[in-house]
């Protein structure tokens, strides 16, 4: 699978299909669910250690949960994830051309239901 494309100082929408082992696509309005996803650059070999280099955390999928930034949403079908960047957000993210990557942490009731690994590939702006 190729990286996610994440251009630096846009305004974007990442869109994400998580399907359960039979293949269904899971749908995440049903119970409440909350996420994060910390984006990491590669250090020593190692995207783990990294340096942070954005997160995202949802609200919970009930709408009237207004607590958190919600740059993570849920949705019943396909796709069922969706990642935020405003300009701002996007502008904040490094100005250089590397692969990052992160584990989106899925959970309910405390609990990590499901954790997604994803990989960006961030494109830089030129800055007149």
Wanted: glycine share 8%; proline share 3%; net charge negative.
């Amino acid at each position: 699978m190729a990286n996610i494309q994440l251009q630096r100082g846009q305004k974007q929408t990442i869109e994400v299909t998580f399907k359960n082992t039979e293949g269904a696509v899971v749908d995440f309005t049903d119970g409440v669910f909350t996420g994060e996803l910390v984006i990491r650059q590669k250090e020593n070999g190692e995207f783990i250690t990294g340096t942070v280099v954005d997160t995202l955390i949802s609200g919970t999928s009930t709408p009237a949960d207004s607590t958190k930034d919600s740059r993570i949403t849920f949705h019943a079908s396909s796709p069922n994830i969706k990642l935020l960047w405003d300009t701002t957000q996007a502008t904040a993210l490094p100005n250089v051309t590397q692969t990052v990557a992160g584990d989106l942490r899925i959970t309910t009731s405390g609990q990590v239901v499901h954790h997604i690994n994803l990989q960006f590939d961030i494109t830089p702006e030129i800055i007149a």
